[in-house]
């Protein structure tokens, strides 16, 4: 079956700019994770969303929010982009239960200028 | 103290060899472990995941994990050069499965 989608792979943003990430999870996982990758700081949590909700959130700034739609794609935002934003946005999949083996897509390549 | 500790490595084995890769938690009450490979420029695929006290078998990989000690690591038997990449930890906890808590990773070199 297919994998994680995300789009679009390559941004390329100014700051001040605000972007939105889309990310398709794998059918029937309900819950989808969203990460910041970065060299110095490694894959950071910033929140899960499950039936539409966000059921956990990371330590990051209100400038990043999500949401989930009834299909259970999710985007994410990211307003007022700053230098520092700039990052691989990975999205992950999971049923959301118990079963909570989580599966990764592409990434987003964000850069900002 | 993060909640989760690698060696960020490299760690370098011959090929054919056993690479060895640990990693140590801080919450006792983490139920779920995962192991993660991470080609550079690519995301993490997920290897094996285990639960209970242990070793757990999947092909030439191996899990164990140990819960009095906190800590879980992966046994890769007869390296190959295409196992070279940077392997990540991650947790769940018992009383919130769906928070995974990833540590940095170890770089893994297998030299042919």
């Known amino acids: 079956k297919a994998g994680v989608t995300q789009t679009p792979r390559y941004l390329i943003k100014t700051r001040g700019q605000q972007v939105t990430l889309s990310c398709s999870p794998i059918s029937g996982h309900r819950s989808v994770s969203w990460y910041q990758q970065t060299p110095g700081q490694g894959l950071q949590f910033l929140f899960e969303?499950?039936?539409?909700?966000?059921?956990n959130k990371g330590n990051f700034p209100g400038r990043f929010s999500g949401r989930q739609f009834s299909n259970s794609r999710s985007e994410m935002n990211v307003s007022t982009l700053e230098l520092g934003d700039s990052a691989l946005y990975l999205c992950?999949?999971?049923?959301?239960?118990?079963?909570?083996?989580?599966?990764f897509g592409p990434g987003t390549r964000l850069t900002v200028l | 103290q993060k909640e989760v500790e690698q060696n960020s490595g490299p760690l370098s084995v011959p090929e054919g060899a056993i690479a060895s890769l640990n990693c140590t938690y801080s919450d006792r009450g983490s139920q779920s472990f995962f192991w993660y490979r991470q080609y550079s420029g690519k995301s993490p695929e997920l290897i094996m995941f285990i639960y209970s006290n242990g070793d757990k078998e999947d092909g030439r990989f191996t899990a164990q994990l140990n819960k009095a000690s906190q800590y879980v690591s992966l046994l890769i038997r007869d390296s190959q050069p295409s196992d070279s990449a940077t392997y990540l930890c991650?947790?769940?906890?018992?009383?919130?499965?769906?928070?995974?808590?990833f540590g940095s990773g170890t770089k893994l070199n297998v030299k042919p």
């Open positions: 991650a947790v769940t906890r018992i009383y919130n499965f769906n928070k995974f808590y």
């Open positions: 992950a999949s999971s049923f959301g239960d118990s079963y909570n083996e989580q599966f």
């Open positions: 969303y499950f039936s539409e909700t966000q059921r």
